[in-house]
């Protein structure tokens, strides 16, 4: 079982609305990544945190998509006014450092739907 | 920039078959190869990693070799089972991992 802990495990949203989703990562990784997993099963990559700061994050010009891994908190992922086209799967995984040998152990996922 | 390609994108195999799913990557990194299998509503979970050139790794019956020269790390397995339908992403760790678009493995009996 994934020692990685996502909640909820669904989400349903009205357009607009806000959607907040939170991760723990596995005890002793400090590195921690959120992906989004479309409807047809293709990740894209959003941010990367090492401890509290962010490493790597894509554009998100949109400034819809927020993201934080506060000191002895979980980990979160917030969107700020949902749209249909942010209905996917949003997974969180941790590792134990950036460098590209390491293993990214994911959780199980926020499953998010925008009417 | 950093790719990772899955040609196949549904495979579906007789119990006791042999599969191999095709993966080749782009990267001006040292390539890191990962296999993550997800079952349905599960986490992706490693089913194999490799940075060395041609050696081949296992974990599960499942094996791949890492050939730098063609850029690939293709994962085989010599006779499927039932349990291992599934979805298998490649992904090639740069900065970040980086997927490819995935295979759907469908086992029948």
Redesign the interface.
């Known amino acids: 079982n994934?020692k990685?802990i996502q909640t909820p495990r669904y989400l349903v949203k009205g357009q607009g609305q806000k959607a907040k989703m939170r991760c723990i990562p596995e005890k002793g990784h400090p590195v921690v990544?959120w992906?989004q997993q479309n409807k047809?099963?293709?990740?894209k990559?959003l941010i990367?945190f090492q401890n509290q700061e962010v490493?790597?994050q894509i554009d998100m010009t949109e400034k819809r998509f927020s993201a934080e891994c506060p000191s002895n908190s979980p980990c979160s992922l917030e969107i700020q006014s949902s749209e249909a086209g942010d209905s996917a799967l949003y997974?969180c995984?941790s590792s134990l450092s950036?460098a590209?040998?390491?293993?990214?152990?994911?959780?199980?996922?926020t499953r998010l739907t925008v009417l | 920039g950093d790719s990772v390609t899955q040609t196949e994108g549904l495979v579906t195999l007789t119990k006791g078959l042999p599969v191999m799913l095709n993966c080749t990557y782009q990267t001006t990194y040292s390539p890191f190869l990962f296999w993550y299998v997800q079952h349905l509503n599960e986490a992706p979970k490693l089913l194999l990693k490799s940075s060395t050139d041609n050696k081949r790794t296992e974990h599960q019956g499942f094996y791949a070799t890492l050939h730098k020269s063609s850029s690939s790390f293709h994962l085989q397995k010599s006779s499927v089972q039932l349990s291992d339908s599934a979805l298998y992403f490649c992904a090639l760790r740069a900065n970040v991992l980086y997927f490819g678009s995935g295979t759907k493995l469908t086992v029948e009996p």
Do not use: I
């Open positions: 994934s990685v990544f992906y047809n099963n293709e990740f990559f990367n490493l790597q997974l995984a950036p590209s040998a390491e293993t990214l152990y994911f959780g199980s996922g």
